[in-house]
T-cell receptor, first 115, second 116 residues
Framework: KAGVTQTPRYLIKTRGQQVTLSCSPI?????VSWYQQTPGQGLQFLFE???????NKGNFPGRFSGRQFSNSRSEMNVSTLELGDSALYLC??????????????FGEGSRLTVL | AQTVTQSQPEMSVQEAETVTLSCTYD???????LFWYKQPPSRQMILVIR??????QNATENRFSVNFQKAAKSFSLKISDSQLGDTAMYFC?????????????FGKGTHLIIQP
């Protein structure tokens, strides 16, 4: 069974640009959640999608958005990039229980560098 | 809001030794889940062990076990017979039963190094 796949693995952008990250969950998983990981702030919850609907959202500005498609694949978008957006963005998928049971399966992450 | 604190930024032990990672949390919730996640150098995070707060019995998974003290809001992870492959970042995490608007709340992590 294939794991959680995130693309791209690495990317470099400049301030003001926008970026889209993709996440393909494990087959059969309907919940996808996103986390931002930085050395200073650690792991912070961005949002969770379940069956194409955003179910929960963390405390991030509106520049951070996401969506989920009918095949459960998810994308997150960051507009008007700032230097502080440099981070490892982790995607995690889970079964219908979503994030409630904590059985998250993580991808390897997308490393975003903003110059 | 919940907080999770891991007071040991880094630990180093010899192979085959036993090591305990500390975690404390703060919440007003009575029912919740606690987790330990491992993030090896390759960065893919995996679930090590899970504890349900209403269960008094401490969870165990092979060489991994927890010491869950609900009243003290403490949730430590013990790794027995440590192996080189245990070298990783370890994150303690919390979520209220039924989910929460904040998703999983993670501690800042403990970098565990197993020396040969």
């Amino acid at each position: 069974k294939a794991g959680v796949t995130q693309t791209p693995r690495y990317l470099i952008k400049t301030r003001g640009q926008q970026v889209t990250l993709s996440c393909s969950p494990i087959s059969g998983h309907r919940s996808v959640s996103w986390y931002q990981q930085t050395p200073g702030q650690g792991l912070q919850f961005l949002f969770e999608y379940f069956s194409e609907t955003q179910r929960n959202k963390g405390n991030f500005p509106g520049r951070f958005s996401g969506r989920q498609f009918s095949n459960s694949r998810s994308e997150m978008n960051v507009s008007t990039l700032e230097l502080g957006d440099s981070a490892l963005y982790l995607c995690a998928s889970s079964l219908d229980g979503g994030i409630i049971t904590g059985e998250l399966f993580f991808g390897e992450g997308s490393r975003l560098t903003v110059l | 809001a919940q907080t999770v604190t891991q007071s040991q930024p880094e630990m180093s032990v010899q192979e085959a030794e036993t090591v305990t990672l500390s975690c404390t949390y703060d919440t007003s919730e009575n029912n919740y889940y606690l987790f330990w996640y491992k993030q090896p150098p390759s960065r893919q995070m995996i679930l090590v062990i899970r504890q349900e707060a209403y269960k008094q019995q401490n969870a165990t998974e092979n060489r991994f076990s927890v010491n869950f003290q609900k009243a003290a809001k403490s949730f430590s992870l013990k790794i027995s017979d440590s192996q080189l492959g245990d070298t990783a970042m370890y994150f303690c995490a919390f979520i209220p039963t039924g989910g929460g608007a904040d998703g999983l709340t993670f501690g800042k992590g403990t970098h565990l190094i197993i020396q040969p």
